[in-house]
């Protein structure tokens, strides 16, 4: 008889420790508790084979990787030793990055994205303009730039940001959880940029919208490598496969250097101009 009430004395200890995580995983998901970010081997079906869209050549611009997509020639990848010119002191007035997050028009509770997050300088702007009821996912696929944006967020005690290893192909975040992607100077460095664009498409909530911040390549006063710069025209070029079912909105010209030019995720599959090409 002892040891059948001790027996069920254990079952009712371990049956309320399981009643007690399953009221604390209901709990998390009521505060907003962020989804996780995609494994990173998982395996993406694309709706066309990427590999026919790019061509590569031995003779290319220094700055440049030598692969081309579209006509471009995708830019080395800034490394982490560009770190502190991201932090220079002089970037607000260059860049005015101020007036850029005001231009996003960003509401207190949204979950927004900053891929290829660098130095993470945009990313505690984001932090605070979304406020703690939102979500920053800092995207990057370089450890050491995830480690000094932790290190910031550690000082500035925000806890609204989660950290997340990129990987050439993908930001693997989670699907229709984001209310906006923002792309500061980073798109033309992606390696894949239509497997990038493709699953950024995917993290997108109906509604959502992606932002490309482009040096501009019409401007010649612009003081970047030719590689780093970017059209508008290209950018919506690459931007318009009907497969990634997003619209360009508009391009807003405020920046003293750049483009910001936003495209909204739409239901369905958008119309080609072309068998097999992008959209309008």
Not at 60 to 65: A, K, L, Q, R, S
Not at 131 to 159: F, H, S, T
Not at 182 to 207: N, Q, T
Not at 251 to 278: D, E, M, N
Request: proline share 7%; aromatic share 6%.
């Amino acid at each position: 008889m002892r040891e059948l009430i001790e027996g069920r004395r254990i079952a009712g200890i371990v049956s309320c420790l399981l009643a007690g995580a399953c009221l604390a995983a209901v709990a998390a998901a009521a505060r907003g508790a962020p989804p996780a970010p995609r494994p990173a081997e998982t395996e993406v079906r694309y709706p066309r084979d990427p590999e026919k869209l790019y061509s590569y050549r031995r003779e290319h611009d220094p700055n440049g990787i030598g692969k081309f997509y579209m006509g471009r020639e995708i830019a080395h990848v800034m490394g982490f030793a560009g770190a502190a010119w991201l932090d220079r002191p002089e970037r607000e007035t260059e860049e005015r990055l101020s007036l850029l997050i005001e231009s996003l028009q960003l509401q207190r509770g949204m979950v927004v994205a900053d891929i290829g997050a660098g130095s993470g300088r945009i990313t505690l702007l984001l932090a605070e303009a979304v406020g703690p009821e939102g979500r920053v996912y800092a995207v990057d696929i370089q450890q050491k730039m995830l480690d000094l944006i932790a290190a910031k967020l550690k000082r500035r005690k925000l806890g609204n940001v989660t950290l997340v290893r990129g990987t050439a192909k993908s930001p693997r975040l989670p699907q229709a959880a984001v209310d906006l992607v923002l792309l500061v100077d980073v798109y033309h460095e992606f390696a894949y940029p239509y497997e990038m664009l493709y699953e950024i498409s995917r993290a997108l909530k109906p509604g959502g919208r992606v932002v490309f911040v482009e040096y501009r390549m019409e401007d010649p006063r612009v003081p970047i490598k030719r590689v780093h710069k970017m059209s508008e025209a290209q950018v919506r070029r690459e931007a318009s496969w009907p497969e990634f079912g997003l619209r360009h909105e508009r391009t807003i010209g405020v920046l003293p250097r750049q483009h910001i030019i936003v495209f909204r995720k739409v239901s369905g599959v958008l119309r080609s101009t072309t068998p097999g090409g992008p959209a309008d």
